[in-house]
């Protein structure tokens, strides 16, 4: 049974850089089909995408982040990151990592991490 | 502001039947692209539970069911139970600039 599951800091200073991995076991990150984002959810707010990342390294960033974003992989670990460099209070929220079933325009997260919490303050 | 359209709430007894819609345009639902939904149980992560509009991932009971129409798509739940009560999300592809996944707003569920 494939399982995500985040980590990194719950505390990043204003300013600074938010680092995050996702770990993922059951199964191979480097899996046809399928690509690996980066969610998040700010306090009482909806979800929203922060980008993806294919196992070959094809990245993909909404467009409000994406002077500030930096998704990776690594394969040989079965993980994936997240850094969000110059973050702000806007940038509180809890974060997921999860699996996207990708084929052409149909597009869908079908597994998910539990999520981190990571707050923005000095 | 969400590119998806959700009522912020919707309320029914047990045993009862609820729809939450979900309203987009012809960059989204109205171009044919299939719409996910997810249910969020307080303090938990989202967890698929339609996929291509219609589809119940292994596991989701048939009470909870999909459709489309035009430009909007809704989610069904009949004979609803307490275990229910949850935030709930639809999700598709978007041909704008905004970006491929949009998501809606959310519903909140409330078993009376």
């Known amino acids: 049974q494939l399982q995500l599951q985040e980590s990194g800091p719950g505390l990043v200073r204003p300013s600074e850089t938010l680092s995050l991995t996702c770990s993922v076991s059951?199964?191979?990150?480097?899996?046809?089909?399928?690509?690996w984002g980066w969610f998040r959810q700010p306090p009482g707010k909806g979800l929203e995408c922060i980008g993806t990342?294919?196992?070959?390294?094809?990245?993909y960033y909404d467009p409000s982040l994406k002077s500030r974003v930096i998704i990776s992989v690594d394969t040989s670990s079965n993980q994936f990151s997240l850094r969000l460099r110059s973050v702000t209070a806007a940038d509180t929220a809890v974060y997921f990592c999860?699996?996207?079933?990708?084929?052409?325009?149909?597009?869908?997260?079908?597994?998910w991490g539990k999520g981190t919490t990571v707050t923005v303050s000095s | 502001q969400s590119v998806l359209t959700q009522p912020p709430s919707v309320s029914g007894a047990p045993g009862q039947w609820v729809t939450i819609s979900c309203t987009g345009s012809?960059?989204?639902?109205?171009?044919?692209?299939?719409v996910h939904w997810y249910q969020q149980l307080p303090g938990t992560a989202p967890k698929l539970l339609i996929y291509?509009?219609?589809n119940r991932p292994s596991g989701v009971p048939d009470r909870f069911s999909g459709s489309m129409s035009g430009t909007s798509a809704s989610l069904a739940i009949s004979g609803l139970q307490a275990e229910d009560e949850a935030d709930y999300y639809c999700?598709?592809?978007?041909?704008?600039?905004?970006?491929?996944?949009?998501f809606g707003g959310g519903t909140k569920l409330t078993v009376l």
């Open positions: 999860a699996r996207q079933y990708r084929n052409y325009e149909v597009r869908y997260m079908d597994v």
């Open positions: 059951g199964g191979a990150i480097s899996r046809d089909s399928f690509y």
């Open positions: 990342i294919y196992y070959t390294g094809s990245t």
């Open positions: 012809n960059f989204n639902i109205g171009a044919g692209y299939d």
């Open positions: 291509r509009n219609t």
């Open positions: 999700q598709s592809y978007d041909s704008s600039l905004g970006g491929p996944v949009v």
